[in-house]
């Protein structure tokens, strides 16, 4: 035998050519003893040479009882789909082969073909489920930092005042005479309901809290699970492309994450829980998997649930179940089969209709921000939607640019050796600066509610300050003149638009469960509201102008819509940040509920992608991917060739 390096790599070429020989005739037979001999996978090339080509073993013997270690992929390893998917076509013509011998093997075969079903709707159980105690969790946690409600102290502020014998829903926001059972700390301190005092106990406790949430959480990701902090979605796309990060997707993970969620959004941080739960509920499509050997021993087959998972996670966290599937389709799967589709929605559903039974947020309602208007809109109106759309590109571009810049630093810097530290300063800083103003102290959730929102007859509050005419048969469906709070509230929003924009960049990276979407939709808000408001006053104004005449019915009667402009610049500013379109319109009308106004929130989405792709191509979560060093190939992405062989090759 020729043992000369020549030698060996003419008897590998032999061995392998005949390996996939013998797949072709796989592919074109449809009698699974024709395909038993397959090729065995060696993990060098002297067991290569050093085997003999013995082929006429069983079938099973490359599927279900390869020996140890064979077919398997080691940590940070890109699977090898082509191997995996013949592996489970074998695997699938042997069943049905067998199937004939009998009624048990009838049994396993249909067992087989319910599977991915029955595994699909147990991740949508489990994700629903796990959104549902974290939102509860979340929301009674950030309410803690504000007071306690004594009598029943698992409730969280609007659930306590719901049980008040006096409920004033104008009242009981600003003043705690209208919720009596709700206790500030000041009160439960001795101090005054009002004044000086009450201030600056609650301004203490609020900072205190903040810090301790942001220490625990920060504590329990170090020690407990690393893979937990951040969003988790560049780490999905990169595990949907092929590549195994073990204990990523495990369940100390999960648990890590899904307490650190509440805990990082209770502290104030700006940041969100959204994007996580797609990281949650992929944990939960890794640890059923396993349950069926069809996945769990096949990772090219167990991306399957991974993509249906991904959709089940935007589900629950927008209660979006046809944006989450576009979302897994546009944003982060790879391998994307029909079959997949359907499973994605279904799996959708189930973690919708559970979470809606759970019903975390008290209304019956799967939507976060559902709106009770439909008031129609003007075609002119396009020009300021347009104009919101391109400054949430801007706003994506250089958040991207800033935000990575600051990661560089940490990594290279003596700043990454000290995660806990980093987490205890900017949530010291965050809360420090968010208590002032209400619009920053109160949950960006909370926050993009209010700034969505229509005001009505109940509103008492800055933004809703009109002097509305009482002669109108509907006083609060046209605009008015706006008073001296609007003013004020405007400017208020315009420092808070400041802070968000700027204490976003340096959070959003740091070692605890931090999400993108409601940040970044909170900047959107505020500068849609800030634009409509402007727009409303200057058609108040001038109701006389040409322009306006498909605005306004007659002078005193002009529709314009500050919380339509919010919703608009929500989406925008999303979608300059993570570069979505289709799944980003679907997920805004199903949050909203407002189906009537598709068309400003596409105009938006669109401006504001061309402008960010102008700019630069790169998402926040591609670009996260590559400052990582994650080996992502973007099916997406262009690669523009001008140099030519001579160009190479010519002597010089």
């Known amino acids: ?22 797949l072709d005739k796989l592919d074109e037979s449809t009698d699974v003893k024709d395909v038993s001999d397959t090729a065995p996978i060696y993990h060098s090339d002297q067991e290569l040479v050093d085997k003999d080509w013995d082929w006429s073993g069983n079938i099973m013997d490359t599927l279900d009882e390869l020996p140890a270690g064979i077919g398997q992929y080691d940590d940070f390893h890109t699977i090898d789909w082509l191997r995996d998917i013949a592996r489970d076509r074998m695997r699938h013509r042997h069943i ?4 004939q011998e009998g009624l048990w093997e009838q049994i396993k075969s249909a067992h087989d073909a319910w599977s991915g079903w029955v595994c699909v709707f147990l991740v949508g159980l489990a994700a629903g489920t796990c959104a549902g105690f974290i939102d509860i969790g979340a929301t009674w946690m950030s309410d803690l930092k504000e007071g306690v409600c004594l009598e029943a102290f698992w409730f969280n502020k609007e659930q306590c005042c719901w049980s008040a014998p006096t409920l004033n829903t104008s009242s009981w926001d600003e003043d705690e005479e209208g ?3 709700w206790w500030s700390w000041s009160r439960i301190m001795g101090g005054s309901l009002s004044g000086a005092e009450s201030y600056i106990i609650g301004y203490l406790f609020y900072v205190v809290w903040a810090v301790v949430f942001g220490l625990l959480a920060a504590t329990l990701v170090r020690m407990f699970a690393p893979y937990a902090c951040g969003s988790g979605v560049p780490e999905i796309k990169t595990i949907l492309s092929g590549f195994i990060i073990r204990g990523y997707l495990g369940k100390w993970t999960l648990l890590i994450k899904s307490v650190g969620m509440m805990l990082s959004v209770s502290a104030g941080l700006s940041l969100g829980k959204e994007g996580p739960f797609v990281h949650v509920a992929c944990c939960c499509g890794n640890i059923f998997s396993y349950l069926f050997p069809k996945y769990g021993r096949n990772e090219a087959k167990k991306r399957e649930i991974l993509s249906a998972a991904a959709a089940a996670g935007v589900s629950v966290a927008f209660g979006a179940p046809i944006g989450g599937v576009l979302f897994s389709l546009e944003e982060v799967s790879y391998y994307f089969p029909l079959k997949t589709l359907w499973r994605s929605f279904f799996c959708a559903l189930i973690a919708a209709f559970i979470l809606r039974s759970i019903n975390p947020f008290g209304n019956d309602h799967l939507v976060m921000f559902s709106i009770d208007y439909n008031e129609p809109w ?3 109106e396009l020009v300021p939607f347009i104009l919101i759309g391109a ?3 801007l706003f994506g571009k250089f958040f991207i640019k800033f935000n990575i810049m600051w990661c560089q630093y940490r990594k290279t810097s003596r700043l990454g050796n000290y995660p806990i530290f980093e987490v205890l300063g900017i949530t010291f800083i965050t809360a420090l600066l968010s208590f002032p103003n209400p619009y920053t102290r109160m949950n960006s959730s909370e926050l993009i509610r209010l700034l969505v929102s229509r005001c009505g007859p109940e509103d008492n509050i800055e933004l809703c300050d009109y002097n509305r005419s009482h002669n109108l048969t509907d006083v609060f469906k046209y605009s008015a003149l706006s008073g001296p709070m609007v003013s004020s509230a405007m400017w208020k929003l315009a420092l808070a638009l400041i802070f968000k924009m700027v204490i976003t960049v340096f959070t959003f990276g740091i070692k605890v469960p931090a999400g993108l979407f409601i940040p970044s939709m909170a900047v959107g808000a505020i500068i849609g509201r800030i634009i409509g408001v402007g727009f409303e006053q200057l058609v108040v104004n001038n109701p006389s102008i040409v322009l306006f005449s498909g605005i306004c019915e007659s002078p005193g009667k002009c529709i314009v819509t500050p919380g339509l402009y919010a919703m608009v610049g929500a989406a925008a500013a999303l979608g ?14 199903e949050l909203t509920g407002g189906l009537e106004y598709i068309m400003p ?44 062989a001579a160009d190479v090759m010519r002597p010089r």
């Open 96 to 99: 049905v082969k067998k199937r």
């Open 378 to 380: 003007s075609l002119l």
């Open 179 to 181: 919720c009596p059972q």
């Open 1 to 22: 035998m020729d043992r000369t390096p020549f030698g060996r790599l003419a008897r590998m070429y032999k061995a392998f050519s005949k390996n996939y020989k013998d």
């Open 391 to 393: 400054l949430g590109g």
């Open 576 to 589: 300059g940040v993570t570069r979505m379109t289709v799944s980003l319109v679907v997920i805004m009308f």
């Open 601 to 644: 929130m596409m105009a938006a989405a669109m401006t504001s992608k061309w402008v960010g792709d102008a700019l630069g191509r790169e998402g926040i979560y591609d670009a996260h991917i590559a400052l990582n060093g994650y080996p992502y190939l973007d099916s997406k992405e262009e690669f523009t060739h001008t140099t030519i």
